[in-house]
């Protein structure tokens, strides 16, 4: 006679950021969880390690602005949780150049529109309030006070250590190879054999499709390795963040950058390099070409930057104009995927919650009604 099947009432598939986040919650509300990362806790193969990601409210549509406020709850709920500080507030700003494809009004327009303070500032007034920033005369710059940076590796570690806290099983190094949907669940196939739960939580990022092309439930998803670099400047001071704030240059190539964070360096990144590669085929190697183009930016936008010291390599798996996915599969309602487009640490705790809301209650307190998977009712 066969053992029976180990059996949870919720299994999350991935232990990046979302994945551990939604691990958390669910063990919270006291469901049995189990939780499976194909390699170890807090590696660096996905887009959840290194230091620092950046939080913000703003963004050209609404839907991101209230989410973002609602996360800005979260993370405060969760860091009494923790015990730590894991949001520091710095400011931030938003370039806008005036012949770029993006538009400072549609920031405008969402933040005023849900109630968010900023400021739309001109380059003299940039200029004189931060004056690292070398800005051209037809920029515009949208001011949010509210912005600032989260620690990546350290929210990834505290939501782990929490949902073990709960009661929710992590299993590192064990791969799922396959999900097998049926009238009572599905069956996770995995490398330390099957488990059955009777919803999952879908949360691998890159690895998605892995599981749900078996399955014709593919996600359209495009893969690429992106990089961030650290630059040395010779005053690390200017950089402080009490002095220079979070910033985001919005236009045909969009760039991403921080104050110093931990250590006297300033880190910067093209957003969205289109650096196309596999997980399979990921070679780890920073790519020189982009590295130049960034440190050309670097040296026009920012010139006391400095140097480069380091650079760091990452993935992004983004979906088509990089909405989320955050929903259950039209055909297997039992199976809920979790996909951030490579712009979601900001919303980590409140996609883990919504994610348990939809677990287990079927329906979020947040509006998700845009972020439906392909083919699934909103």
């Known amino acids: 006679m066969s053992n029976p099947l180990e059996t949870f009432d919720v299994a999350v598939v991935g232990l990046g950021a979302l994945g551990s986040a939604a691990a958390y919650h669910l063990a919270k509300r006291g469901v049995r969880t189990v939780a499976f990362e194909q390699f170890d806790l807090g590696h660096v193969r996905g887009a959840s390690h290194d230091t620092s990601r950046i939080i913000r409210t703003s963004y050209g549509a609404t839907r991101y602005v209230r989410l973002a406020t609602s996360a800005y709850q979260d993370w405060a709920d969760f860091e009494k949780v923790a015990g730590e500080r894991l949001v520091t507030v710095t400011g931030g700003v938003i370039f806008l150049p005036a012949d770029g494809p993006y538009s400072a009004g549609d920031f405008t327009g969402s933040l005023t529109e849900v109630g968010v303070p900023y400021e739309l500032l001109d380059p003299d007034q940039v200029r004189a309030r931060w004056p690292q920033f070398d800005i051209p005369e037809n920029v515009e710059t949208v001011y949010t006070p509210d912005t600032g940076i989260v620690n990546a590796s350290r929210t990834v570690a505290a939501l782990q250590m929490q949902a073990r806290a709960h009661g929710a099983e992590l299993r590192a190094r064990t791969p799922v190879t396959a999900l097998r949907p049926d009238d009572a669940g599905t069956v996770l196939e995995t490398a330390a054999g099957p488990v059955r739960a009777r919803k999952v939580v879908l949360a691998a990022d890159a690895w998605t499709n892995r599981l749900l092309a078996p ?70 190697e920073p790519s020189a070409e982009l590295l130049d183009q960034l440190s050309a930016f670097m040296g026009a936008t920012i010139p006391a930057s400095g140097h480069v010291l380091r650079t760091v390599t990452c993935q992004y798996a983004i979906t088509p104009d990089r909405e989320f996915v955050l929903s259950p599969l039209a055909r297997y309602p039992d199976i809920i995927v979790a996909l951030g487009a490579g712009h979601a640490f900001k919303f980590t705790p409140a996609i883990g919650r919504i994610l348990a809301e939809l677990a287990l209650d079927g329906e979020s307190t947040d509006d998700i009604s845009a972020f439906a998977a392909p083919g699934s009712a909103a």
């Open 215 to 284: 399955l014709d439930a593919a996600i359209p998803l495009e893969t690429m390795q992106e990089q961030v670099t650290y630059f040395k400047p010779a005053d690390a001071e200017a950089f402080d963040p009490a002095r220079f704030p979070v910033w985001i240059w919005e236009d045909t190539d969009c760039f991403y950058g921080f104050p110093a964070y931990g250590e006297p360096t300033v880190k910067a990144a093209r957003d969205v390099s289109n650096n196309l590669m596999t997980p399979e085929d990921r070679t780890f």
